[in-house]
């Protein structure tokens, strides 16, 4: 008998049919007009009102499609896409950001840092860190009937992770899922530890994650607080791709979530993460 728990279902995917038609071409519009003002706002580190202020009602589909034209744009200027994030995984950082299920946002190739990293404050606008286990595949995962077993499967190698989240957003963090979502799920640079391999019987739930800022230990979590298994997330993940017509690629790096509410980041210190099995990670901060 299955006794694992459910994995909460993914939103549906957007109905490209809205598209067409006077309203599709205004919608269309007003998709590229808000991703192309958010790509301007990172660039000059001036926050804009929350898309849910200006547009009550936004809906989640229309915050994903935000989300995928302002990606398409900087692939078209260059960046290329090395993996996924899920966010808000964790009963921790849905209280934190009052929402209730997860989020995906996508990787680019230069938000990826090394661990030893120097961040600058001044290079973002209201960042803050999360501690996560990440994961790198080894083979594709895709479809809607995704189980743990075939997750599992197609993970090669685990590795800690800090995520550095920022928004672009006025409010000061007191956002809307839909304007996370549109805001690319807030990631805006990940700083990547050494990977191991994946052991067949690792149990990744109890893996314990401690976070300290210049030595001291200010959050720690369990890997079971994301999602019960952080292996779920991929689910998750592979089962809201598919109804996109899309899928996990072999070589994607996937952070599955923070296991604690997230940290607002300060200039001049020293952040890093360790585990009991995983090598640590630790970020600066300038």
């Known amino acids: ?26 919608d269309s519009r007003w998709t590229a ?23 009550p009602g936004l809906s989640l589909e229309d915050a994903y499609r935000v989300q995928a034209t ?10 290329r896409v090395v993996g996924h994030k899920v966010g808000v995984t964790s009963e921790a950082m849905q209280q934190q950001m009052g929402v209730d299920e997860p989020d995906s946002g996508v990787l680019l190739d230069d938000m990826i ?3 030893g990293s120097e961040l600058l404050m001044g290079d973002l606008m209201n960042p803050r860190v999360e501690a996560e286990i990440a994961f790198r595949l080894g083979r594709d995962l895709q479809g809607p009937d995704v189980d743990v077993d075939a997750a599992r499967r197609a993970v090669s190698d685990v590795f800690l992770a800090l995520e550095v989240i920022d928004t672009r957003f006025t409010a000061n963090w007191r956002i809307a899922l839909e304007d996370s979502v549109a805001d690319n799920a807030s990631c805006a640079r990940v700083v990547t530890g050494a990977m191991l391999p ?3 019987g690792w149990d990744l739930g109890a893996e314990e994650l401690v976070v300290s800022v210049d030595g001291t230990a200010v959050a720690a979590g369990e890997g079971r607080a994301v999602l019960g298994d952080p292996v779920k997330a991929l689910i998750w993940l592979a089962r809201r791709l598919s109804g996109l ?27 890093r993460v360790t585990s009991a099995t995983l090598p640590a990670v630790h970020l600066r901060v300038g």
């Open 1 to 26: 008998m299955n006794t694992e728990a459910p994995v909460e279902q993914p939103p549906a995917a957007p109905d490209a049919r809205g598209e067409g038609g006077t309203e599709g071409h205004r």
């Open 33 to 55: 007009d808000e991703a192309a003002g958010l790509l301007a706002a990172e660039r000059a580190r001036v926050p804009v009102a929350p898309l849910t202020e200006r547009r």
């Open 70 to 79: 302002a990606v398409a744009c900087q692939i078209a200027d260059g960046a």
């Open 113 to 115: 840092l090394p661990s």
């Open 198 to 200: 994946l052991d067949p």
């Open 245 to 271: 017509g899309a899928g996990l690629k072999a070589g994607d790096l996937v952070l599955a979530g923070s296991v604690h509410a997230s940290l607002p980041l300060e200039a001049g210190t020293e952040v």
